[in-house]
């Protein structure tokens, strides 16, 4: 059975710093295109930061370019985010997921599988 389990989300103060795990079982990081999503309150759920199976390709959202980085450590089939200088509108729920055949990176309809969601709430 393929599963994600999310972990690190938590409350921020703007500025601050947060990582972000999802260790996959039931299948590997270096197989497929993986990633992280958010979704705030009444907002659609938007791709934040992809990469490719080989890993040579990667895509942030402009809104978090310089401040967000996506890695995968495949000796604990884990994928991080780490995020740096938050701000209160990066606020949401955030996902991880997997696709097996992705044209189009960090478009969600592309992903088959799906983290139950980390909340980070960044706020003084």
């Known amino acids: 059975q393929l599963q994600f389990v999310e972990s690190g989300g938590g409350l921020v103060q703007p500025g601050g710093s947060l990582r972000l795990s999802c260790t996959a079982s039931?299948?590997?990081?270096?197989?497929?295109?993986v990633g992280w999503f958010r979704q705030a309150p009444g907002a659609e759920r938007e791709g934040v930061s992809c990469?490719?199976?080989?890993?040579?390709?990667?895509k942030y959202a402009d809104s978090v370019k310089g401040r967000f980085t996506i890695s995968r450590d495949f000796a604990k089939n884990t994928l991080y985010l780490q995020m740096n200088s938050l701000k209160p509108e990066d606020t949401a729920v955030y996902y991880c997921?997997?696709?097996?055949?992705?044209?189009?990176?960090?478009?969600?309809?592309?992903?088959?599988?799906w983290g139950q969601g980390t909340q980070v709430t960044v706020s003084s």
């Open positions: 039931g299948f590997t990081l270096d197989a497929h295109y």
């Open positions: 990469i490719s199976s080989s890993g040579g390709t990667t």
């Open positions: 997921a997997a696709g097996f055949t992705v044209k189009h990176m960090c478009v969600k309809d592309e992903y088959d599988y």
